[in-house]
């Protein structure tokens, strides 16, 4: 067992889905690191290491630091981008960078904490992949990595399952963050069309996400693994596969 300090690492926890996460986390009594391009949006407890996650040689400098410090028992690989672009429009720039973020540093920052997790005996990995893994229109970098994420939660599930650790992902739905409101304004009528087109009538809070996302970090999941939970008021019905 390691005696350096257990704590919990959120990548992109620094505004929207992933600094709820972090909240949450913090109120549950947790030390909590973020890896972030950005500076948080609001003081917290939370420890904040500054990495720009397309720079390979950084990312793993900074979750080097990171797990020289602290033993990480909780991971949530929440950072990503969408580069939104029709198929012609895509750039391979563009989509070497969106891998770089959605699919490649969630597989730097689980190999940096396994050591950890597989010391201790145990560990939680969550990733947050995107309702956009069933298809989306414009997204066909965002939809492939986020289907990517998808393939290694299961796969990684069922590797690690023999070390105590869990592995799952959450799929969002419209979520209104500071980034989805300043692309879609509230009284704008493609925003009023996607919030008609969801089930339950109204756009996702990040707490939404962060509720699940608590779940799969509690010792209360030790028995679920390798699943995906679409957190989207009902978007997936009849095209998310039982």
């Known amino acids: 067992m ?14 929207g889905i992933g600094a709820a996460i972090v909240k949450k986390l913090l109120a549950r009594g947790l030390p909590v690191v973020i890896l972030d391009r950005e500076v948080p949006a609001e003081a917290s407890a939370a420890r904040f290491v500054q990495c720009d996650l397309t720079d390979l040689a950084a990312t793993q400098g900074a979750l080097a630091e990171i797990t020289a410090t602290n033993a990480i028992l909780w991971l949530v690989n929440n950072a990503g981008i969408a580069a939104p672009a029709t198929l012609e429009d895509t750039t391979m720039e563009d989509f070497d ?3 770089a973020i959605n699919l490649r540093a969630c597989i730097l920052a689980a190999q940096a904490v396994l050591p950890a997790m597989k010391a201790a005996g145990q560990g939680r990995i969550v990733t947050i992949s995107s309702r956009a893994a069933l298809g989306k229109e414009l997204r066909t970098a965002y939809s492939a990595t986020k289907a990517g994420v998808i393939g290694l939660t299961r796969t ?3 590797e690690l399952a023999p070390h105590g650790i869990t592995v799952n992902a959450i799929g969002p739905g419209p979520i209104e963050t500071e980034l989805f409101k300043s692309a879609n304004p509230h009284n704008s009528p493609r925003t009023q069309a996607i919030i008609r087109g969801v089930p339950v009538q109204r756009l996702g809070q990040p707490e939404d996400i962060a509720h699940a996302a ?10 679920v693994t390798g699943q995906v939970l679409y957190v989207c008021g009902g978007m997936t019905v009849g095209v998310a596969p039982i």
């Open 214 to 223: 608590d779940f799969f970090l509690s010792e209360g999941a030790s028995f």
């Open 97 to 99: 960078k969106v891998v």
């Open 156 to 158: 990684w599930a069922l």
């Open 2 to 15: 390691s005696t350096q300090e257990p704590a919990a690492l959120v990548t992109g926890g620094s505004r």
